[in-house]
């Protein structure tokens, strides 16, 4: 079995064995389906939604992905500044840190009074959620920047911006990305936050609507699928980063 094909078919193979096993456990312990539904149970539940899936679906990954990109355009070229200037650094460094610890399902219903029902609020909390690791990572990376390449630029008369984009900013691709991974998967944590307590449709509105009508099964499958989102977002991450900064992945001796 080549390498490739081997990192799809363990994987694959053990989580279908692990469904296989709580399928079979579930009908042995005759387990009630309020408690802990079967896969079975899940995707009928599932199924009992229709085209109402699909759509809700749509509506919590439009949340996740503008929430992310805010969170980009805010995080990494705040991660540059706070990395280069010691000044903002100490000034600000201190607030992100202090806001980053607030737990954002506590301020979620305070923001929805504040900027009201509409998207804004849920942007709001997602970039919140997702915009500290991007934020970090990037003036880790920034930081993290080898001396004898900022010797070497400063020898050859790079000036201070020069130095950023041509020598710093490329040196911390790996980091950034590191970042992009962790926030892109807690973005959808926070926007079930924020549809927990302000929408009228999505994901975490229909496990909020499923749950309080005992619909278990149903919330489950809403729960699996925002998994599944998390997953595919997380390697559609992994993909940019080899497709368009391949040459910044470190390989294994003899790869």
């Known amino acids: 079995m080549s390498p490739a094909l081997r990192k799809i078919v363990l994987p694959v193979g053990t989580f279908l064995s692990f469904l296989l096993g709580w399928q079979l456990l579930s009908e042995a312990l005759d387990v009630p389906v309020y408690l802990l539904p079967s896969p079975l149970d899940i995707y009928e539940g599932g199924g009992k939604l229709g085209p109402a899936i699909l759509s809700n679906t749509l509506e919590t990954l439009k949340t996740i992905l503008l929430g992310f990109v805010c969170a980009c355009v805010v995080g990494i070229p705040l991660g540059v500044v706070v990395s280069v200037n010691r000044t903002i650094s100490e000034m600000i460094y201190p607030l992100i840190v202090f806001l980053n610890a607030i737990p954002i399902i ?104 499923s749950t309080a009508q005992f619909a278990i099964p149903t919330a489950t499958a809403c729960v699996v699928i925002l998994a599944v989102i998390s997953v595919v977002l997380y390697e559609a991450v992994n993909w940019a980063h080899r497709a368009f900064f391949g040459w910044s992945i470190k390989t294994k001796a003899g790869e």
């Open 106 to 209: 506590a301020i979620a219903p305070i923001l929805v009074v504040i900027f009201g029902t509409d998207m804004t609020t849920r942007l709001i909390i997602v970039t919140l959620t997702c915009f500290f690791p991007i934020m970090v990572n990037t003036a880790a990376g920034m930081m993290d920047t080898p001396k004898e390449m900022l010797d070497l630029a400063r020898v050859a008369g790079a000036s201070r911006m020069g130095e950023i984009l041509s020598v710093r900013l490329p040196s911390a691709i790996p980091f950034i990305f590191s970042g992009l991974r962790i926030g892109v998967t807690v973005a959808v944590v926070g926007a079930v936050v924020a549809e927990f307590v302000n929408a009228n449709k999505g994901l975490g509105f229909l496990v909020t609507s």
